[in-house]
């Protein structure tokens, strides 16, 4: 590690660049009709003279001659609430079109008016409470978030990781399998790479890359009525358009891999763009030639636009990834040091794991239209249809050694399973301004969706495959919404919606209401509530599992849990805000095994389940969260975050217990400077480190471990062990440099600095005859070199 970083400071050193300037290119429009806004003020904050622009009928506007670097960015316009638009980063990389989108103030006779807003909070006017944007600025700068939008969100309070080598997100001790992901007004499922293995609903790294992203809203709780199947979260993620003016092109090759991107015009005089982007992953590559676990992936993103002044605007986007792992059985090793032959290195083969060959396959593709159309000055409908899919399927043998010291052996079938499953999806918006008070939402959304799927599995090591689950299911969901945002005063504003979903193989309707009321006391603090009741159903394989009592599918409910949050947010300058958030989430008809402590609060993946599956499963998660952010600006900024809380669930045996997911306490501290090197060069050096409570633990049997050889864990006393608390750190260095005609870029993405090991519970050592610590140990250094052109 210590060469590599000599090695990146050398090239630095080594780095001569040009006199260069750049422009930014963007669009104003309105929040809620999406409609140009025409003779907006754009201008650079603390310019002198003035730098800026006015846009024009299109909305559009351009400021030019600016020198590489980051950029605030003020809009004013007559009826509208004032942007101010902090992190802008000119790098002339061909990202610098944005799209700035205003919100309607109300006077009062009084002639007083709230106009302040915020970049941080996402974009979606119905949201009040935990919410909070990030842009792909922000996805490529923080330390250890390798451009995946589920790592950035690790920065934000109550939101960290179930484990490290893979991005689920655990947002306020909610298991991953219950957040939402929605692209482009699609909602996917299982769209990262290596998804799907240990833990539903998340991989290692996303499919799509961050090159393509526009921007994210994502929330945490009591979010609005047009995002249903989630008790968790929402990641709300849209895909940039392309340079509508000039072609550009990157390469990036890293340890990581290769990543190309493409972007540009396809009619200039009809505004109409395309962007594209690959990658290739090395990381297998690198497993195979040191014998070990060789991931391998390829991704493949786009976005095309096709506006018309008159007509609206059709987008066509589509994401889709290939990955596999190969993990060969553990070789035995005899190595003698030639220069000191009593130095012997020998490696047995000790855990289950050692004597597993697994062939792992995934699989996931998503492709979708999106027609924006304006209905008059103050509507819009938005329409969008798109078909996904995933695909899982693993092919495990079992190494049985001729002895343990030889390599030879014969391989019998262990485990086989695959799944597939596809999802077609219509769904269709319509937003007004009723008046300047008064907004409305209004949407249907339905699913057809089908799963395919079979697991066989051995009783004993030596046993035939036996069939654990065979299904293939085909069902529909419908969704409708509506909800209302009112300012009633000019300093407070209510928000009340209502969804209903209906979900074809669950014998019932649900009912889910929202509401949120907003209070601005003053220009610089706001206060926040919001209720909401949400549901979730589970992956469609898991209706297809039998009832060993009846012999036919369970009799499954949705899952349901109500929200109560409170929000108090002060900006102590134009830069600096504290938020914190008091929340209660009560979840109910959780499904859960009859008669065991296994809950799908817990839920990680299921391939059969051995009992009736009832929704008698309960849970609390009760806890505050404090953020103390500053906003990029004058070269640095910095976010410290801290969370207390509670997480327990209630099994059908009536017994409380902790979530996997309950840590009780973490703090994080994520910070970042940039520095103007001869001028014209931009350093920048990002840190994250993370300090988080031990998981629950469940403590074993030691004498039923050694007489099965196998690690027996105590059922009843499941995760009543706290483990040791833990210490995470990542770092990030980047370097571009402005040539003539080129942007280039060192950097270097290193994630778990500290070599942190996370406890996973306990495993059986067949050599030795004992019961080991199981740790988890994942190390990223992602070393890279970018040219944009």
């Given at each position: ?9 050398i090239?630095?050193l ?16 309105d ?29 559009v ?7 590489l670097g ?56 119905m ?22 939008p ?10 960290t ?83 509508t ?28 763009s ?14 195979k030639?040191s ?28 994401i ?10 553990k ?40 027609y ?80 395919d ?26 969704n409708?919404?509506?909800q ?26 649900s ?14 603090i ?34 349901k ?9 002060i ?15 009560e979840l ?12 799908f609060?817990?839920y ?5 389940a ?35 809380y ?5 099994d ?6 902790n ?35 031990g ?41 571009k ?18 070599l ?30 970018r040219?944009?052109?």
């Amino acid at each position: 590690m210590k060469r590599l970083t000599l090695l990146f400071f050398i090239l630095l050193l080594n780095q001569t660049s040009f006199g260069q300037t750049f422009s930014i290119q963007g669009k104003v429009i309105d929040k809620v009709s999406q409609q140009p806004i025409i003779g907006a003020a754009i201008q650079i904050e603390d310019s002198s003279p003035v730098v800026g622009g006015i846009t024009d009928e299109e909305g559009v506007f351009v400021i030019s001659n600016l020198k590489l670097g980051r950029y605030t960015i003020l809009i004013q316009s007559i009826g509208y609430k004032n942007i101010r638009q902090t992190e802008v980063l000119v790098s002339g990389e061909g990202k610098n079109q944005i799209n700035f989108e205003m919100e309607e103030q109300v006077t009062t006779l009084d002639n007083i008016t709230i106009s302040a807003t915020n970049d941080k909070d996402a974009s979606n006017v119905m949201s009040v409470v935990s919410n909070r944007s990030f842009t792909i600025e922000e996805s490529n700068r923080f330390a250890g978030g390798l451009s995946d939008p589920s790592r950035v969100a690790y920065n934000f309070a109550g939101v960290t990781f179930s484990a490290p080598q893979d991005n689920g997100v655990v947002i306020r001790g909610n298991s991953p399998t219950s957040v939402l992901w929605r692209v482009n007004d699609i909602d996917v499922s299982g769209a990262a790479h290596f998804g799907g293995g240990n833990l539903a609903g998340a991989g290692l790294i996303s499919i799509y890359s961050a090159n393509v992203l526009r921007g994210t809203d994502f929330f945490t709780g009591a979010f609005p009525s047009e995002y249903s199947n989630s008790t968790s979260g929402v990641f709300d993620i849209n895909f940039r358009k392309g340079n509508t003016e000039e072609h550009h092109h990157s390469v990036q090759l890293g340890i990581l891999g290769v990543d190309l991107a493409s972007e540009g015009p396809i009619n200039k005089e009809k505004g109409s763009s395309y962007l594209i982007n690959y990658r290739h992953g090395f990381i297998g590559y690198i497993g195979k030639l040191s014998g070990g676990t060789a991931p391998n992936f390829q991704d493949l993103s786009f976005n095309l636009s096709f506006p018309s002044k008159n007509k609206g605007q059709l987008n066509i986007w589509g994401i889709g990834g290939l990955s596999d792992i190969e993990t060969p059985y553990k070789k035995y090793v005899h190595e003698v040091d030639d220069e000191d032959p009593t130095d012997i290195k020998l490696k047995y083969r000790e855990y289950d794991q050692d004597f597993l060959d697994k062939d792992i396959d995934f699989g996931m593709g998503a492709l979708g239209a999106n027609y924006l159309l304006p209905l008059g000055s103050s509507s819009v409908l938005s329409t969008s249809v798109g078909v996904t899919t995933n695909l899982y399927k693993n092919n495990t043998l079992y190494f049985e050694q001729d002895a343990d010291t030889l390599n030879t052996g014969i391989l019998h079938p262990h485990e086989q399973q695959q799944n597939i499953e596809s999802k077609v999806t219509f769904a269709s918006t319509f937003t007004t301004n009723i008046t300047n008070r008064l907004i409305n939402k209004t949407g249907i959304r339905t699913d057809v969706i089908q799963s395919d799927g079979y697991a066989y599995k051995v009783d004993t090591l030596m046993g035939d495959l036996k069939n654990r689950y065979e299904g293939n299911l085909q069902a529909y969901n419908a969704n409708a919404f509506t909800q209302f945002k009112y300012q009633l005063f000019h300093n407070v504003s209510v928000n009340a919606g209502v969804a209903v979903t209906k979900f074809e193989l669950v014998d019932e309707v649900s009912l889910e209401p929202r509401f949120g009321i907003q209070y601005n006391p003053s220009e610089n603090i706001t206060l926040g509530a919001a209720y909401g009741r949400h549901s979730k159903r589970e992956e469609l394989k898991v209706y297809s599992f039998i009832n060993p009592n009846t012999q036919k599918v369970n009799d499954m409910k949705l899952s349901k849990s109500d929200h109560y949050v409170g929000s108090v947010k002060i900006n102590l300058s134009k830069n600096i805000r504290l938020t914190t958030e008091v929340y209660y989430q009560e979840l109910f008809d959780v499904p859960v095994l009859q008669g065991t402590s296994y809950s799908f609060a817990n839920y990680t993946t299921m391939w059969e389940a051995n009992a009736p599956i009832v929704n008698t499963g309960t849970g609390i998660n009760k806890g505050i969260d404090i953020t103390l952010e500053r906003s990029m600006v004058n070269g640095y900024y910095y976010m410290l975050t801290g969370s207390l809380y509670d997480s327990k669930y209630t099994d059908d045996l009536g017994v409380t217990r902790n979530t996997l997911f309950n840590r009780n306490y973490m703090a994080t501290i994520t910070a970042g400077k940039e520095f103007v090197v001869k001028g014209k060069n931009l350093l920048g050096v990002n840190i994250n480190a993370t300090y988080l409570g031990g998981i629950p633990l469940t403590p074993y049997d030691e004498a039923a471990s050694h007489q099965q050889q196998k690690v027996v864990y105590k059922e009843n006393e499941l995760y009543t062990v706290k483990g040791q608390d833990e210490i995470w750190m990542n770092f990030g260095i980047t370097y571009k440099i402005p040539k003539k005609k080129t942007i280039r870029t060192w950097g270097l993405d290193m994630q778990n600095a500290l070599l942190t090991e996370q406890m996973n519970g306990y495993k059986y050592n067949h050599h030795k005859q004992t019961i080991d610590e199981d740790k988890v140990f994942f190390i990223m250094p992602n070393f890279y070199y970018r040219v944009a052109f």
